[in-house]
């Protein structure tokens, strides 16, 4: 019993401060870790974004389709952030309106290439990950520079 005592103290010691450390992770941070081991790897940052783009494009592409005729035609995008996005680009099909896979594939793809350029920028030792420390850095600097990520680009360009 005295060695469970004795062990009990720096067993609870440690496992306590790994819950500290945890709490430290942004909830971004700890979804986009699919392996777990506390560092993001390109390909899992690439995954996280492509995962939030495509539910964002289905998102999107519901808003626009304001008839329910399961294509986005060039009039229901008037108004809407559709020159912005690129998405003039997304009819793969040149048939004059988009669907809800072209608008899903299209941001998917921009969100690849931008999570791509992102991750390169966060990975300051250029070590292939990117550690809760980086991560952290990142978000501080981009406080400090003041930049409030956009609705249509805030996975790709906000830090993890």
């Known amino acids: 019993m005295k060695l469970i005592k004795i062990f009990g103290l720096p067993l609870a010691f440690f496992i306590c401060m790994g819950a500290v450390q945890a709490k430290e992770l942004s909830p971004r941070f700890v979804v986009a870790d699919a392996n777990k081991d506390e560092k993001l790897s390109k390909d ?10 495509e539910k964002r494009g289905e998102e999107l592409f519901q808003k626009l389709d304001a008839n329910n005729d399961s294509s986005v035609t060039k009039d229901e995008a008037k ?16 048939d004059g309106k988009l669907s809800k896979d072209e608008v899903v594939a299209f941001l998917e793809k921009k969100a690849e290439e931008r999570a791509g350029k992102r991750f390169l920028q966060v990975d300051k030792n250029a070590d292939g990950f990117v550690t809760p420390e980086e991560a952290k850095q990142a978000k501080q600097k981009e406080k400090e520079k003041g930049k409030e990520a956009d609705d ?7 830090p993890l």
């Open 44 to 53: 899992e940052v690439v995954a996280f974004v492509v995962n939030r783009a």
């Open 79 to 94: 108004g809407k952030k559709m020159q912005k996005m690129g998405l003039i680009n997304a009819d793969t099909s040149n």
């Open 152 to 158: 249509d680009t805030e996975s790709e360009n906000e």
